[in-house]
């Protein structure tokens, strides 16, 4: 709409007080104080042209006035038409007469009877505007005033009316809006509700905006039968690699609703810190990547969370991660702190702060064949009161890795070493005491071998992949011993067991259109061999926005369907739309434990 208001006045006034303007007329008079022409005048600016009757141009006054089917073409898409223009350079005041501008490529027109500039501030009279054919638009809107700001960026509509063809569907006295993408300190929404509980609901957000790099709204907010209280929340974007945000507030329960509800706190209170950004110390030109996470939650209680219409949680749990990888290297820095939202303090809740992840990506050994790579993690149990642990892990695998026939046929041998420990302090409860002669070891050495394949073809339309491969894994030398708390400690049995992998791939312009995967895993026992749900996978993508998705896994005991998961998906750069349908059964017991479908819209706002 402010294009509306700015483009016959800008277009006019500055095309003819520019440095350079062509001037074509039948006629032309011209003496020192004033120039008068016409008969079929054009004005042409690069690529602006006004055609009209008849042009004078005051020196003394510095006015300017265009008599007479004026009108003027813009590279081919902005279009106007007038009967009079009046411009007064010394004062900057214009006047149009009786005009028409159209937008071509956006089909946007309007019309009106009368249009003046006075200095930044745009007025026109009686007005129109439509997208449609303004022979006979199917819908309009019409207002008596509209009054456009420059400074300001604020557009006012005095009686604007919307017409469905010639009947009025919908009318306002008093229409104010921006025009300009700028963010603007002010009211946002009002937010009105009722409970039968709580009583009615308001909530005023008051939104503020000094800066470019960071706003905040305040929300207070009322519940006529429970209490009073606000939200803040700030957000920040402190570098073009950044972005975070600080939510805070706090809630006053009425005392007669405490006691009612019988409320452990009267007053519920919490803050959240979200901060995200990459390129702190990486360098581009070394290929180095690195980024920061934190998510930080404190409340006093669950109502809190209810209150801000969160899902109210037993354990919350607040994250800190910072990684830095290289092609060759990965450090990760993590911590977690959890919230127990059931106890009155956080003294025996423990935490994992900090932990600790290096990896060493695969490379050579002597010679190209022979290749390893090595993880090491290290974690530390923290909390006031009760039992601690540090714990630390080590896994190095060494590989090497042949073909035959011509690259037809691969073989890989791995041999896997892995140690685990862990260290217990704080140890208050004397009848483990016993227990600490000896912290907890843990020592495995793995064999792993695969014949595989992976042939591809390229054909004219499509590019096709083939990948086949029996693998099996040994567990050679396992050794546990010492202590190990269940509650810090958890075990991961690794049993011996072969494998029969298929996987192929259809590619159509380097974009994925059919991809099948198919795994059969066999447990392999010292008294007996078992045979693990068989897996097939099938993937199908017509295009980049729509995929079919199925997952089925079947019971080689039953011969039946365990679980199937088939998903449909569609997707957009503003737009997601899913349906899944999941299904699981006990085969073993005749009974389904899991049948339903799943619908899931999201919509995003255009930009």
Not at 480 to 508: C, H, M, P, R, W
Request: hydrophobic residues 35%; aromatic residues 18%.
């Amino acid at each position: 709409m402010s294009k509306l208001f700015l483009i016959f006045f800008f277009v006019f006034s500055s095309f003819l007080t520019a440095s350079k303007i062509e001037v074509y007329a039948n006629n032309l008079e011209s003496d020192a104080n004033k120039t008068n022409a016409w008969g079929d005048i054009r004005l042409m600016q690069n690529n602006t042209t006004i055609r009209a009757d008849n042009i004078v141009i005051d020196r003394n006054s510095e006015c300017i006035e265009i008599y007479g089917n004026i009108s003027l073409f813009q590279d081919n898409n902005d279009y106007a038409m007038t009967d009079y223009v009046f411009i007064d350079l010394k004062n900057n005041y214009s006047v149009l007469d009786k005009f028409f501008y159209m937008n071509k490529k956006d089909m946007l027109w309007i019309s009106s009877k009368e249009a003046k500039k006075e200095k930044s501030i745009y007025t026109i009279k009686k007005a129109s505007t439509s997208t449609c054919n303004p022979s006979s638009p199917d819908w309009t809107i019409s207002f008596s005033t509209g009054v456009f700001d420059e400074n300001d960026e604020w557009i006012d509509l005095y009686n604007p009316v919307i017409y469905a063809g010639e009947v009025p569907v919908f009318y306002l006295p008093y229409l104010g809006f921006p025009t300009s993408t700028k963010r603007r300190s002010g009211l946002l929404k009002l937010t009105f509700g009722n409970s039968e509980k709580e009583g009615v609901i308001l909530k005023q957000p008051i939104y503020f905006a000094p800066h470019e790099w960071w706003d905040t709204t305040i929300t207070p907010e009322i519940r006529t039968n429970r209490g009073e209280g606000f939200v803040g929340e700030l957000r920040i974007a402190d570098s073009l690699h950044s972005k975070g945000s600080i939510e805070f507030g706090e809630f006053f329960d009425y005392k007669e609703y405490t006691k009612k509800e019988e409320l452990q706190n009267k007053t519920h209170y919490g803050f959240n810190i979200n901060y995200q950004r990459d390129t702190l110390f990486s360098d581009y030109a070394d290929y180095s990547k690195d980024g920061l996470y934190l998510d930080f939650t404190k409340v006093n209680d669950v109502d809190y969370l209810s209150l801000q219409n969160k899902q109210a949680t037993k354990i919350i749990t607040s994250t800190f991660n910072y990684l830095f990888y290289t092609p060759k290297n990965y450090i990760g820095l993590n911590a977690k702190y959890f919230t127990d939202t059931t106890k009155p303090n956080n003294d025996e809740t423990l935490q994992i702060m900090p932990q600790l992840q290096f990896h060493r990506a695969t490379e050579s050994l002597f010679f190209d064949n022979l290749t390893y790579s090595f993880d090491y993690k290290f974690k530390n149990y923290d909390r006031e009161v009760g039992l601690k642990a540090k714990d630390s892990s080590f896994s190095m695998p060494l590989a090497y890795s042949f073909s035959i026939f011509d690259d037809y046929l691969n073989f890989l041998i791995k041999e896997n070493f892995y140690y685990y420990r862990i260290d217990y302090s704080n140890n208050d409860d004397a009848s483990l005491q016993n227990d600490f002669k000896e912290y907890g070891n843990v020592f495995e050495t793995s064999h792993f071998a695969s014949i595989f394949t992976d042939l591809s073809k390229e054909y004219n339309d499509f590019f096709h992949n083939i990948n086949l491969s029996l693998n099996y894994f040994k567990i050679s030398d396992s050794s546990k011993n010492g202590y190990f708390d269940k509650n810090i400690y958890t075990a991961i049995e690794e049993v011996d067991k072969a494998s029969i992998k298929f996987s192929q791939y259809l590619l159509n312009n380097g974009e994925s259109l059919i991809t099948h995967r198919a795994n059969q895993t066999y447990f392999i026992n010292e008294d007996n061999i078992t045979m693990a749900d068989f897996e097939n996978e099938i993937i199908f993508k017509p295009n980049s926005q729509i995929s079919f998705e199925s997952l089925v896994y079947t019971s080689n005991d039953y011969g039946k369907i365990s679980k199937a998961i088939h998903a449909f998906k569609y997707t957009n750069h503003n737009f997601l739309f899913s349906m899944h349908n999941i299904y699981e059964k006990d085969l073993k017991n005749d009974k389904k434990t899991v049948d339903y479908d799943l619908y899931k819209t999201q919509v995003s706002p255009f930009y």
